[in-house]
């Protein structure tokens, strides 16, 4: 998502083929930057700060996901939390076939 901000605004204030109207543009327009394809001109970002009423900066600013951690260390904190035996030399299937059928897993 390469707007985050932008596309709460918008969620909370209205329709898009409104919001097209109020910054004077096509609701196409609108749509294909919204999407990425095309990118919004600087005229078109002051616009949009003014309707919305949040800073420009803040409503194009991008976003980085943060960084996942991989399944091992996931499942090593499970194994500390749960006190599950055997968890210092665990394995993911390992782990996977102990989880308790409450957790969803289902034994075949």
């Not at 409104?18 to 543009?25: E, L, V």
């Not at 005229?43 to 194009?60: C, K």
Request: glycine fraction near 6%; charge should be positive; hydrophobic fraction near 35%.
């Amino acid at each position: 998502m390469k707007y985050p901000h932008l596309l709460w605004a918008l969620a909370n204030w209205g329709p898009h083929y409104k919001f097209a109207q109020a910054i004077g543009r096509s609701e196409a327009r609108l749509s294909r930057c919204l999407s990425g394809r095309t990118n919004f001109t600087p005229q078109e970002r002051t616009d949009i700060a003014r309707v919305l009423g949040f800073s420009e900066t803040w409503l194009f600013e991008e976003v980085e996901p943060p960084t996942r951690r991989p399944l091992t260390d996931l499942v090593q904190q499970w194994c500390r939390k749960t006190n599950t035996p055997g968890c210092d030399q665990f394995t993911v299937a390992g782990v996977l076939e102990a989880l308790p059928a409450s957790l969803g897993r289902t034994r075949d």
